[in-house]
């Protein structure tokens, strides 16, 4: 599954990246910024709704949705984060999406749904569906639809990788 690993944290990196800002400032190199047509920070309610062409770029990855919605526990600890609204996220060759991408922390699970894809070079996975279980390093799609394209020599851009992995 190390294949898999850079898709597993896509949205995960979001969630638990430090020094989260709405400013518009360029990023630092430990910072996500994110910025949006509008945020709405809510102390009451524990949460941070950003709304209208939300870009999140962060050392590691970024994403753009039309809305995030981010809650925070009393300790003021990510509890989840919902991204709505064509919403992709890039890490390095990889891309993830979907229609919505829920991540909860306590359980570590991304839920991608509505014509959720993960992308690797040509290689794709497609489904209703995408779980991805960030400590266990687990993917269930439901369907499941897998291409894997070939690349040099007629190996597979990345399956044949995993088999040779003990």
């Given at each position: 599954?190390?294949?898999?690993?850079?898709?597993?944290?896509?949205?995960?990196?979001?969630?638990?990246?430090?020094?989260?800002?709405?400013?518009?400032?360029?990023?630092?190199?430990?910072?996500?910024?994110?910025?949006?047509?509008?945020?709405?920070?809510?102390?009451?309610?524990?949460?941070?709704?950003?709304?209208?062409?939300?870009?999140?770029?962060?050392?590691?990855?970024?994403?753009?949705?039309a809305?995030?919605?981010?809650r925070?526990?009393?300790?003021?600890?990510?509890?989840?984060?919902?991204?709505?609204?064509?919403?992709?996220?890039?890490?390095?060759?990889?891309?993830?999406?979907?229609?919505e991408?829920?991540?909860?922390?306590?359980?570590?699970?991304?839920?991608?749904?509505?014509?959720?894809?993960?992308?690797?070079?040509?290689?794709?996975?497609?489904?209703?569906?995408?779980?991805?279980?960030?400590?266990?390093?687990?993917?269930?799609?439901?369907?499941?639809?897998?291409?894997?394209?070939?690349?040099?020599?007629?190996?597979?851009?990345?399956?044949?990788?995993?088999?040779?992995?003990?």
């Amino acid at each position: 599954m190390s294949r898999m690993n850079g898709l597993l944290t896509l949205a995960a990196l979001l969630a638990l990246a430090p020094g989260v800002s709405a400013e518009g400032a360029a990023p630092a190199s430990s910072n996500t910024v994110i910025t949006s047509d509008t945020l709405v920070f809510d102390y009451g309610k524990m949460t941070a709704v950003f709304e209208g062409h939300v870009v999140v770029i962060d050392p590691e990855v970024t994403m753009t949705a039309a809305s995030l919605i981010v809650r925070f526990d009393a300790s003021n600890n990510v509890e989840s984060v919902v991204a709505s609204g064509g919403v992709e996220v890039t890490q390095l060759d990889r891309v993830g999406r979907c229609d919505e991408a829920v991540y909860t922390a306590r359980s570590g699970a991304i839920v991608m749904t509505g014509h959720a894809e993960l992308r690797r070079a040509m290689d794709a996975m497609k489904g209703d569906e995408i779980q991805i279980y960030v400590n266990d390093k687990k993917v269930v799609c439901k369907p499941g639809k897998l291409l894997i394209f070939p690349g040099k020599n007629g190996a597979s851009t990345g399956l044949n990788r995993l088999r040779k992995q003990p």
